[in-house]
């Protein structure tokens, strides 16, 4: 991985969003701090150390990869059609398709995944906050480490760009399921919509070769989850 100007930016708000949920932790009650301990020292922290050693050993373990804000040219849109995403066009479209969810989400009062509830803060918006920056540690976790160490591994042993994303994929977006079965272990639909979140999540990073039209979606749907505009969270609602 070579680095990306405006990777620093990456690199910036997710120390930021680590530093939120560890203020919250110090006012949170002990099932919350025990909520926040995962996100944080499981997910977030783990993210960044392969991030690192992805971006500053990449000659030398070749297995290791991460998606973040990298070089749209690198991205499957630019091999398949010559276009890039630069990633300010990446950040509006985002908000477009974010505006575009909230729209779903207040009409028919569902969301794509579920979110996690915190009680933190008096008011709402402190929560939702929280609540929408563990959706991006998620992203981080699950899209931007396991699915591109995945698809590296595969490209290595298959050398096919095509074959690498769609294997990858499907092992991700089940490892994904499977995390969230612990919450929707009995709903079907529900897990139906989590794979679905997932294949759109990898596909938009597989294409752009970033995390920032996923993030603003993911943190838009926890946000407003938390906020009340949802009681429950199906995306098969939302997207059919």
């Not at 008011?123 to 590296?152: C, D, K, P």
Request: proline share 3%; net charge negative.
């Amino acid at each position: 991985m070579e680095f990306y100007p405006q990777k620093s930016f990456y690199i910036i708000y997710i120390f930021a969003i680590i530093g939120l949920l560890s203020y919250g932790w110090l006012g949170a009650p002990a099932n919350v701090q025990n909520i926040i301990i995962f996100y944080v020292i499981f997910l977030g922290l783990p993210s960044l150390f392969i991030f690192f050693i992805d971006l500053f050993t990449a000659k030398k373990f070749e297995q290791i990869d991460t998606i973040t804000i990298d070089n749209p040219e690198d991205g499957s849109l630019d091999e398949i059609t010559g276009i890039t995403l630069p990633p300010q066009n990446q950040l509006i479209t985002g908000i477009i398709l974010a505006g575009l969810l909230a729209l779903q989400i207040m009409r028919t009062g569902l969301g794509i995944v579920s979110a996690p509830q915190f009680t933190v803060f008096e008011g709402n918006f402190g929560n939702s906050l929280l609540s929408g920056s563990v959706g991006i540690i998620e992203n981080l976790f699950f899209f931007g480490v396991i699915y591109a160490i995945l698809r590296a591994n595969i490209i290595n042993i298959t050398g096919n760009r095509l074959a690498a994303f769609i294997i990858a994929m499907a092992i991700g977006t089940a490892i994904f399921v499977g995390y969230h079965t612990f919450r929707y272990a009995s709903s079907e639909i529900a897990l139906v919509s989590v794979a679905l979140f997932a294949i759109l999540s990898i596909t938009l990073a597989e294409f752009t070769n970033s995390l920032i039209i996923a993030d603003i979606l993911h943190f838009t749907n926890n946000f407003l989850i938390t906020s009340g505009f949802a009681a429950g969270a199906v995306a098969v609602s939302i997207l059919f």
